[in-house]
């Protein structure tokens, strides 16, 4: 199993998950105009990144690039699934991923953001990476329950989707369970859909 990366964090050495704007990234006061001041925060994190250059998460870089060759040639799409306990459990690390890898997408599964160690992460930024979509109802407690008693905001993940100019299938993944109604669930699934499309 891959470990984990944020790279804000390890790389960069910043309390925050995600830094809000680019002046928190370089560490400096908002608005600042000191161009030296400015110059020398880039550099200085432009070296902090630099001395993890040919660690592990480059060989996955490399190996994901080769892949998104090999599928582009045959019209393929290559979609990274956000999954707890990979790589992808964090949304900073898909994303830097996405960036690293030209035409690389995610296939994104947010009960995985909301089940785990990231517990309710938001990860509206890997929406402008996502190619494809797979939906269960979720808690922090629990990867699957039925519809309706889950923290899957369905509407907001859909507006989301919308802003982002997502126009690809949702897909339903409802594991059997014992003792639910399997086709109820996703009749259930089906209907709370249509009405936010």
């Not at 790279?7 to 002046?23: A, C, D, N």
């Not at 599964?109 to 992460?121: M, N």
């Amino acid at each position: 199993m891959a470990t984990t990366l944020n790279v804000y964090r390890q790389w960069l050495e910043l309390r925050h998950e995600r830094p809000k704007t680019h002046y928190h990234l370089l560490g400096l006061s908002m608005f600042t105009s000191d161009l030296v001041a400015i110059k020398k925060a880039a550099n200085q994190a432009r070296a902090k990144v630099e001395k993890h250059r040919g660690k592990e998460h480059d060989a996955e870089v490399e190996r994901l690039r080769q892949l998104v060759a090999i599928a582009s040639v045959e019209g393929v799409l290559v979609g990274l699934h956000t999954e707890a306990g990979r790589m992808t459990e964090d949304p900073s690390t898909t994303v830097v991923l996405c960036d690293n890898v030209k035409g690389l997408g995610v296939t994104l599964d947010p009960s995985h953001y909301i089940y785990g160690p990231q517990g309710r992460a938001n990860y509206e930024q890997v929406m402008k990476h996502t190619h494809h979509v797979r939906l269960r109802d979720t808690t922090k407690d629990q990867l699957q329950v039925r519809v309706g008693q889950g923290e899957v905001e369905y509407g907001k993940l859909v507006a989301q989707l919308g802003k982002y100019r997502y126009n690809h299938a949702l897909c339903v993944d409802i594991h059997p369970t014992p003792d639910v109604d399997q086709l109820a669930e996703l009749r259930k699934m089906r209907l709370l859909l249509e009405s936010l499309l």
